[in-house]
């Protein structure tokens, strides 16, 4: 069993950056591959960024250039550090591990 915790979510204005946390438990954190999604009001939950047990990473083309999506294994961490955000990047941030474990989610506001 994993368990996955979220921070870092909160209100910035257009043009700003925030950078979300995610800790995980488990002994073999660095064997998962870890990613991270997000749900907006009304839509369906989608990939943002993800990134494998090796490092290589993947995201979405809505975000390619402004977020960066990194880990830390001794700290069994995943970040997603998001720049120059946009009032679309406003959602419900969730972390994954295998896309089988989930966190409870963090809320991202950009106002505009």
């Known amino acids: 069993q994993v368990q996955l915790v979220e921070s870092g979510g909160g209100l910035v204005q257009a043009g700003g950056s925030l950078r979300l946390s995610c800790a995980a438990s488990?002994?073999?954190?660095?064997?998962?591959?870890m990613s991270w999604y997000r749900q907006a009001p009304g839509k369906q939950r989608e990939l943002v960024a993800g990134?494998?047990?090796?490092?290589?990473?993947n995201y979405a083309d809505s975000v390619k250039g402004r977020f960066t999506i990194s880990r830390d294994n001794a700290k069994k961490t995943v970040y997603l550090q998001m720049n120059s955000l946009k009032p679309e990047d406003t959602a419900v941030y969730y972390c994954?591990?295998?896309?089988?474990?989930w966190g409870q989610g963090t809320q991202v506001t950009v106002s505009s």
């Open positions: 994954a591990a295998q896309g089988v474990y």
């Open positions: 488990g002994s073999i954190f660095s064997m998962y591959a």
């Open positions: 990134i494998t047990s090796g490092g290589r990473t």
